[in-house]
């Protein structure tokens, strides 16, 4: 197509230039013959037409921002419940949560359980530095046979969150969680964090 829009404009400039030498050599004036008036409108839009699409082809085109690490995988990867004490529907709940707060904040509340983990503080950064959870996102890590739990901020959101976070786990985790109904436990307090990032971005 663009060589063409090329080669058209060059024959047709090339003839004009013939019928203008003719007339020259015969002393008339050559822009009052209506074929060539009609072929220098012809020569000028095809080269109109010719530049236009060569704009167009060249322009560069954007390419889309590549999503951040911590962007929701439709595989629920943000739910790592490695000691299997969540049900099929908490971690379908969890993963709809995630998805709401990455579309409305573009933050991450990961949810990882295990056994007996010495240190669970520990087992929690590591998590999440395989996640690749940013500054603004959290992660609760439940040990159930070590019966321990651990709500774990990101270096950005803990200048700004109000509670301390193992007062604040304790509150919504500790009954649920005292009893075994660990779904009850994790939906109640990410659900807290939900409502509490709302509230924070407002």
Known sequence: MRIALIIVPCVALG????????????GTNIFKIPAVAWM????????AIGIG??????????EPAPRPS???LAS??????????LSAKTLRELDERNNRLWDRHSVTVAVVTCNNERDLEEYAYRQAEQMGLGGYDMIVALDIRGENYWLLLGSDVSR?????CSEYAYEYLERDFDRGDY???VLDLTEALEDWYGAYYG
Do not use: Q
């Open 15 to 26: 003839i004009l230039l013939a019928v203008m030498a003719a007339g020259v050599k015969k």
């Open 160 to 164: 700004d969150f109000p509670y301390d």
């Open 183 to 185: 779904d009850e436990a």
């Open 76 to 85: 629920g990867s943000f739910v790592w419940d490695d000691a299997n004490a």
């Open 70 to 72: 911590s962007a929701p």
């Open 53 to 62: 699409i060569e704009k167009t082809e060249g322009s560069p085109v954007p």
């Open 40 to 47: 220098i409108t012809g020569v000028m839009v095809v080269a």
